[in-house]
């Protein structure tokens, strides 16, 4: 009798947890994580909330997390409009932001973000096997780092290979401007015309590593940042050379610039996570 009343008790939890929209400020460190950097700045700044629309039927929903932009050194986690109402599940992340963090900071508190979704969207009716990342821009660059370099989530124990697939939207895939500029002055913000490097910050620097399914999304050539299209052309090229993977893909909008990238993009994220 007592195990079928602890039983119950839990059933109502989950449930309960479950018909919530959503749920708000959950902290991605546990009190005991090592954490790089100023750990009183991470326990401010690293929290996602969980977002599960009433349109959700499945217990074992897909999942996406989502990473705002901001150039690493700005913005706030949100709900992209596209994704509300949907068949899945999103996942909003705040990570740390430079000067008052490096920027390698945000990569890791991106991949511990993710493992804490592995470990805990089970019980928000969310799949551990269908987790996606995506962000857009910054958020874009971040999903990608967590996607093609294995030693993030590893230090967590995780594997990027446990992702379903990744979905960075406009992302750089040289190593991104403010970590070329942090390494020039870490006392201030930098600009995106920083020179090219591509070194172990980049994603183009993992082409040969294993990766999960990965979807490339970008604006016009004509429109977007210099070089941002054709440098994802070029990691897309590479992966699908290098080795072989059941889904690399790249979409390039046709008419939309870096910001305005972000609503047919969005859209394609929705399309596919709806299928799932």
Not at 30 to 42: H, K, L, N, R, S
């Amino acid at each position: 009798m007592k195990r079928f009343f602890i039983f119950a008790i839990a059933c109502f939890i989950t449930l309960t947890a479950c018909a919530e929209e959503m749920t708000r400020d959950l902290a991605y460190y546990g009190p005991e994580a090592e954490i790089t950097g100023d750990a009183e700045y991470a326990r401010e700044r690293c929290k996602l909330d969980v977002y599960r629309p009433e349109t959700v039927e499945s217990q074992n929903a897909p999942v996406v997390v989502w990473f705002h932009g901001g150039g690493l050194s700005g913005g706030n986690r949100h709900v992209p409009g596209q994704f509300k109402d949907q068949k899945f599940l999103v996942v909003p992340v705040n990570y740390r932001l430079y000067p008052k963090a490096h920027c390698q900071d945000a990569i890791f508190d991106a991949a511990a973000s993710v493992a804490w979704v592995f470990d805990h969207i089970a019980e928000y009716g969310g799949d551990p096997k269908k987790v996606y990342v995506s962000g857009h821009s910054a958020g874009g660059y971040l999903s990608a780092m967590v996607a093609l370099d294995p030693r993030y989530l590893a230090r967590f124990g995780k594997s990027n290979m446990d992702l379903a697939g990744a979905f960075p939207v406009s992302g750089q895939m040289t190593t991104h401007f403010q970590v070329v500029g942090e390494r020039e002055d870490p006392t201030k913000t930098h600009g995106a015309n920083n020179p090219l490097q591509i070194d172990e910050m980049a994603p183009l620097h993992y082409t040969t590593a294993v990766c999960p399914n990965i979807h490339f999304l970008v604006g016009d050539p004509e429109l977007e940042w210099k070089g941002r299209v054709e440098e994802n052309y070029l990691i897309a090229a590479m992966l699908r050379t290098v080795k072989d993977h059941n889904e690399v893909e790249i979409q390039s909008y046709k008419g939309t610039n870096h910001g305005t990238v972000a609503t047919p993009a969005c859209e394609y994220v929705r399309d596919y996570l709806n299928q799932k």
